[in-house]
């Protein structure tokens, strides 16, 4: 059986975009071949744990339609599912290693290790562990036993090719000259990535590691893992990461990253999904919207581009207009209903809105920046209204003499009134527009004010 998995650490806001991506690939082979999409937390890096971010990390995957097999929420036969929760398990193991021959204890301080990379460095030499404390085993055993804090270290076999077969980047070659004796356990017990991730995708048996290409490099120390232990390794498939437009890397620091973010400004779950699917991959039809669905269906793992996708937020905001345009009318007020909780919107006149703005907006933050007026009246107008009292007085009377306001009849009788008093048809209906709604810009005019009413568009004017 396939089983794939994302192992995902709790240390940001929330789910980068990139490894939404990554995760969607991993849910995806899964499920195309029947297999098992896991959710493993990697919480090791105690220091840079943030409260609240794995809860927000499983519900932003569940809420988006990647939804785990197993998780710690979910459980699941290998349980558990958080690496914390799995101590003992990495420290059994990292004692096999150390009895085989194959890792070792090292008790240097930071001060030594510190002053051999900087004589390493003078010397133009790659910064490697030197074994200084397995050319002292001995010594450095009785140390432990007085209790001095220890790590232990990977010894890396001397002189050999370590051949990384990746799925869609062929055959890499490492040499273990190149590669550093890894710390595999910390001095407070945890392990490191390195030791965790390979004890865990064997005991859990994934079969694939889809995984960003930053860790290209520490492949090679986890397939000599996996031979220190006698276990065959996955199959690897390492993908490119998310760019800017301008093919920079797509950073924290500069970008917003966290799904939150997107959701925060409008941005729909699916169609996040949708734009996060083309990262990378194109549809065979080339098609650009497409449900989750139809996405595993078509689906092929060797079909991924090598090349790095860009992340464009104009690009974004252009599909979830498309999918916003293709919700059902009861749907998408739904959606700005709960987007705008917090202010307790009237259903019913965001019902009537829906029909002038579907075709408008491109995300749901779009909507009351433009619809605004229908709720509030405006107490500050985007032109100088103070010399048109007379206009203002000869729209008013016509209005009053409508019987049915509708907004068919509303243009009608403005657009004689247009007629009867030879101003330019652009400048009335701006000026009346802005007395309406405040704004220059807005839904259709008759129509809107057909929503607000004959009584309050007059007390407006």
């Known amino acids: 059986m396939i089983r794939t998995r994302i192992a995902p650490s709790p240390t940001g806001e929330d789910v980068h975009v990139g490894s939404i991506a990554t995760a969607l690939i991993n849910y995806a082979w899964a499920k195309k071949n029947n297999g098992r999409f896991v959710i493993r937390i990697e919480d090791t890096d105690?220091?840079?744990?943030?409260?609240?971010?794995?809860?927000?990390?499983?519900?932003?995957?569940?809420?988006?339609?990647?939804?785990?097999?197993?998780?710690?929420?979910?459980?699941?036969?290998?349980?558990?599912?958080?690496?914390?929760?799995?101590?003992?398990?990495?420290?059994?193991?990292?004692?096999?290693?150390?009895?085989?021959?194959?890792?070792?204890?090292?008790?240097?301080?930071?001060?030594?290790?510190?002053?051999?990379?900087?004589?390493?460095?003078?010397?133009?030499?790659?910064?490697?562990?030197?074994?200084?404390?397995?050319?002292?085993?001995?010594?450095?055993?009785?140390?432990?036993?007085?209790?001095?804090?220890?790590?232990?270290?990977?010894?890396?076999?001397?002189?050999?090719?370590?051949?990384?077969?990746?799925?869609?980047?062929?055959?890499?070659?490492?040499?273990?000259?190149?590669?550093?004796?890894?710390?595999?356990?910390?001095?407070?017990?945890?392990?490191?990535?390195?030791?965790?991730?390979?004890?865990?995708?064997?005991?859990?048996?994934?079969?694939?590691?889809?995984?960003?290409?930053?860790?290209?490099?520490?492949?090679?120390?986890?397939?000599?893992?996996?031979?220190?232990?006698?276990?065959?390794?996955?199959?690897?498939?390492?993908?490119?990461?998310?760019?800017?437009?301008?093919?920079?890397?797509?950073?924290?620091?500069?970008?917003?990253?966290?799904?939150?973010?997107?959701?925060?400004?409008?941005?729909?779950?699916?169609?996040?999904?949708?734009?996060?699917?083309?990262?990378?991959?194109?549809?065979?039809?080339?098609?650009?919207?497409?449900?989750?669905?139809?996405y595993v269906e078509v689906f092929d793992i060797k079909d991924i581009q090598t090349t790095a996708p860009v992340f464009d937020p104009v690009k974004l905001e252009w599909m979830n207009g498309m999918y916003i345009r293709q919700s059902q009318k009861s749907e998408l007020k739904s959606k700005i209903l709960e987007f705008y909780k917090d202010k307790n919107l009237p259903e019913d006149l965001v019902e009537k809105t829906i029909p002038l703005i579907q075709d408008r907006i491109k995300k749901l933050s779009d909507y009351l920046p433009l619809c605004e007026f229908f709720f509030k009246r405006p107490e500050k107008f985007d032109i100088d209204l103070e010399d048109k009292k007379e206009l203002i007085n000869n729209i008013r009377e016509e209005l009053e003499k409508i019987n049915d306001w509708k907004a068919s009849i509303i243009g009608e009788s403005m657009q004689n009134l247009v007629k009867k008093i030879g101003i330019k048809a652009g400048e009335f209906f701006m000026i009346l527009r802005v007395i309406i709604t405040g704004k220059k810009i807005s839904p259709p005019l008759n129509e809107s004010m057909e929503i607000l009413g004959k009584e309050e568009c007059l007390k407006r004017i």
């Open 46 to 294: 105690r220091s840079r744990l943030v409260p609240g971010a794995e809860e927000r990390m499983l519900t932003t995957l569940e809420s988006i339609g990647i939804k785990a097999d197993e998780s710690p929420i979910v459980g699941g036969p290998y349980d558990p599912y958080r690496q914390s929760e799995r101590l003992t398990i990495y420290q059994d193991y990292a004692k096999k290693l150390i009895d085989s021959g194959k890792a070792y204890y090292c008790i240097c301080t930071a001060e030594r290790l510190a002053e051999m990379r900087k004589e390493q460095q003078a010397k133009k030499q790659i910064a490697k562990y030197d074994r200084h404390c397995l050319k002292n085993s001995e010594a450095v055993k009785k140390q432990i036993d007085g209790g001095s804090k220890y790590v232990v270290r990977l010894k890396v076999p001397d002189d050999k090719e370590i051949v990384v077969e990746d799925t869609i980047r062929g055959r890499i070659t490492f040499y273990t000259k190149d590669i550093d004796d890894q710390v595999l356990l910390k001095s407070d017990g945890f392990p490191t990535y390195h030791l965790a991730v390979v004890v865990d995708d064997h005991l859990m048996k994934i079969t694939n590691v889809i995984r960003g290409e930053e860790w290209l490099p520490s492949t090679p120390k986890h397939i000599i893992l996996y031979q220190s232990f006698g276990w065959e390794p996955p199959i690897y498939t390492h993908v490119s990461l998310l760019r800017n437009p301008d093919r920079s890397k797509l950073s924290k620091r500069r970008n917003p990253v966290w799904a939150s973010w997107y959701f925060s400004i409008g941005i729909l779950p699916e169609a996040l999904l949708n734009y996060l699917a083309l990262m990378g991959w194109s549809h065979p039809k080339g098609k650009e919207i497409f449900s989750l669905a139809e």
